[in-house]
């Protein structure tokens, strides 16, 4: 009886911790914690609840089976509560959720662990990547995400490395260097973990470097395989896994002369490395060729130039090439592969049976169906507007029409540009619609080639002349035409018929990646920091809710205690903010990341932002003889329009010249822009690239531009 009672206390009290720890979300002190590896992926999917991979599941659909929150309640869905990182640029990452601890990184690379039902700060972990990178990239500071696997939490830094932390305490467990820190690398992609493999890729083409995706075995962070997206220079073998497939198939594809051999050629894969588990298969998606202007990069050649703008299939365990497909054969637009890759099983096969499909809307604005097994075309359609080709033939190759390929020397303005009609904002797909959701964009480029044999010496070289097509003075009321020429939009794509459902113009461009449920539900941020639900089928919006600040991150959900949340990390930046803040109506401020955590019946409420507190008035008078401000254009168009912005407009993130106190001194411009005063933001010394004279036309350039805003009646006059 004594006994009988003891046991049964005991069985009480083991009920209560256990009640306890259920209730306290994070189950740090489990021996198992975070133990995640291939087959608990595939095995558990998100059905308990967990998000253990970028994409959610390997197949990344990003489609959630949690029932909790539906049309019928997301109304009353409210924030739970927030954090806030400690660095302030663009902020991109899918949150991981693991046994009760949510991870996510901010720009900078740097990583937050957190209790997912409270929000309370378990680590953090910053590679304290040096400021002087932010030059170095193209597209800011930004981070999409870690991986967790056995035990342990990965995320490539801005600057190239590898880093495994302890999940369990943040500490860092190994760090190995990626890239040859000589050259402008980045990290900016979210690991993934297969089979014990940590798969990573790079960015940097733009900038002249030579793309490679590689594998580190997860507990010694040792290479095990690499494999390029462009030849060797010499087109020798690298001792690499892609070496018989340049051998067989590559080198044939490019010429003996050109930039491409001293600039590697491009291709980086800067995002999609997605595991099909069904064909044992890494694929990746790789980015554009550099330089774009394949006159300067190729000139001897006409070959295709692989395996730039394609996505290749490798072997998990050895990196060895299994099949290819190009979607850009050529490339010379920046038309990236590396958009979200999705796997799904469409009924596609003889007599309407499921087959395997890779789906891809890359940059070049057409949406392919792939065969996962073979990579063979199945069928593709354009599914924004576009110029560039007639259409796509039968097996998938775009049939280039010739002012593309071959821009006059007037200039050819294209669409999409540079943006491309998708960029990295994840899509995501839902079994139960049938539809693929993708974040659109409509932007264009004015293609103006360069003289090869007369390139300028600065920092941005693509091959075509970056100040092409940019007025010097732009009339009254004509920034608004140029800016309703732009945008973005929401888009639910049929994969099997080919065409549009529905689709929302969300008025400008950089919006969220998706998250769409098995309720009917499709989560989506605005650049201006809405996140709201819709109705999958139909687009209606169910639910709003302003977040305060730029959402371009996809929304995650997951369960605790069976308590429903749904995720997302927001902050104003990416390559949208800093190359393209022309086309922003609404000017932003630049803000900390932070992470939102919502749920039902939740009332938090998110704070306001501080205001930037710079005026838009010029401060000084406006000088230079119209010689030096025209040279001025060209050298802030080479040099500093990727980050500062078109017409020297600035989207907030980043200083708007125009308006700067710096701007309005000769001496306190040239200690920045020659000797590198601010090079701890960001902003290097360009003395390798300019003169203090050049300087000095920059400087008189930007402050013309503020002037002519001034005349337009779009920016006061300074006070006498
Ligand atoms: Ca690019």
């Excluded at 990547?129 to 696997?149: I, S, T």
Aim: aromatic residues 10%; proline residues 7%.
């Amino acid at each position: 009886m004594q006994n009988k009672r003891l046991v049964q206390s005991g069985a009480a009290l083991a009920a209560i911790s256990a009640m306890l720890l259920a209730g306290c979300g994070s189950k740090v002190s489990d021996p198992n914690f975070a133990k995640v590896d291939t087959d608990r992926i595939l095995s558990e999917g998100l059905g308990k609840g967990e998000w253990m991979t970028y994409g959610g599941t390997y197949d990344e659909q990003r489609f959630s089976p949690l029932e909790g929150i539906t049309p019928a309640n997301v109304g009353s869905l409210g924030v739970a509560w927030t954090y806030e990182f400690p660095t302030n640029l663009g902020t991109e990452s899918t949150p991981i959720v693991v046994d009760g601890v949510i991870y996510a990184t901010g720009s900078w690379s740097v990583v937050v662990a957190l209790d997912a039902r409270t929000g309370k700060v378990l680590w953090t972990y910053d590679p304290k990547v040096p400021r002087e990178q932010l030059a170095k990239g193209c597209c800011d500071a930004v981070n999409r995400g870690v991986a967790v696997y056995d035990g342990r939490v990965f995320v490539g830094t801005f600057d190239g490395r590898l880093v495994a932390l302890d999940a369990k305490t943040g500490k860092l467990m190994w760090s190995t260097v990626t890239v040859d820190e000589s050259k402008p690398y980045t990290i900016t992609g979210a690991p993934r973990v297969v089979k014990g493999k940590v798969l990573i890729g790079n960015g940097g083409a733009e900038l002249g470097v030579r793309g490679y995706v590689s594998a580190y075995d997860a507990k010694t962070g040792k290479l095990a395989w690499r494999f390029y997206a462009t030849p060797n220079p010499d087109k020798k073998p690298d001792g690499a896994a892609s070496d018989d497939a340049f051998a067989k198939i590559g080198n044939a594809t490019w010429g003996n002369s050109g930039k491409w051999k001293t600039d590697g050629g491009g291709g980086t894969p800067w995002d999609s490395i997605v595991y099909d588990s069904v064909n044992d298969s890494i694929l990746v998606g790789f980015g554009n060729a550099s330089p774009w202007n394949s006159k300067v990069r190729d000139p001897e050649g006409n070959g295709d130039n692989l395996f730039v703008g394609s996505i290749v299939a490798l072997d998990p365990a050895t990196g060895k090439y299994k099949w290819h497909f190009q979607e850009t054969p050529r490339d010379q637009w920046d038309y990236t592969s590396t958009q979200s890759i999705v796997l799904a099983d469409l009924p596609l096969g003889p007599n309407g049976t499921p087959r395997r499909v890779v789906m891809h809307a890359p940059k070049n604005g057409f949406f392919y169906v792939l065969d996962a097994k073979t990579g063979k075309f199945i069928q593709g359609k354009a599914y924004a507007p576009q110029n560039w080709a007639s259409g796509l033939d039968a097996n998938g190759r775009p049939q280039v029409v010739p002012q593309a390929r071959t821009p006059p020397p007037e200039g050819f303005m294209q669409f999409p540009g540079p943006q491309g009609a998708h960029n990295w904002p994840p899509m995501g797909f839902n079994p139960k619609t049938g539809l693929v959701y993708i974040p659109t964009e409509k932007n264009a480029q004015f293609y103006v080639p360069s003289d090869p044999a007369n390139l300028p010496k600065s920092k941005w070289n693509l091959g075509y002349n970056m100040a092409g097509g940019i007025p010097l003075v732009i009339p009254k009321g004509a920034l608004p035409q140029v800016q309703a020429g732009m945008g973005g939009g929401l888009l639910a794509w049929d994969p099997i018929k080919q065409e549009a459902r529905w689709s929302i113009d969300l008025g400008s461009a950089a919006n969220g990646g998706i998250l769409t449920t098995t309720t009917g539900l499709l989560f989506q941020g605005t650049k201006m920091g809405l996140l709201r639900a819709y109705d999958a089928t139909n687009g209606k919006v169910l639910w709003e809710t302003n977040l305060k600040r730029g959402v371009t991150a996809p929304a995650i959900t997951y369960t605790i205690g069976g308590e429903q949340y749904v995720a997302v990390t927001t902050g104003w930046g990416s390559s949208w903010a800093l190359n393209n803040g022309l086309y922003w109506k609404d000017k932003v401020t630049r803000v900390p990341g932070r992470l939102v955590v919502l749920k039902l019946g939740a009332k938090g409420a998110i704070p306001d932002n501080a205001a930037s507190g710079v005026e838009a008035s010029p401060k000084t008078k406006e000088f230079g003889t119209e010689q030096q401000v025209a040279h001025g254009l060209q050298l802030y168009a080479f040099n500093c329009m990727v980050c500062h912005g078109p017409m020297v407009q600035s989207s907030g993130v980043l200083p708007d010249l125009r308006w700067s106190m710096i701007a309005s001194d000769p001496q306190a411009w040239r200690s920045v822009v020659i000797d590198g005063a601010l090079k701890g933001n960001g902003m290097v010394s360009f003395a390798s690239k300019i003169s203090p004279e050049d300087a000095e036309a920059i400087r008189a350039y930007a402050i013309n531009q503020g002037w002519m805003a001034v005349r337009n009646g779009d920016a006061k006059a300074p006070k006498p």
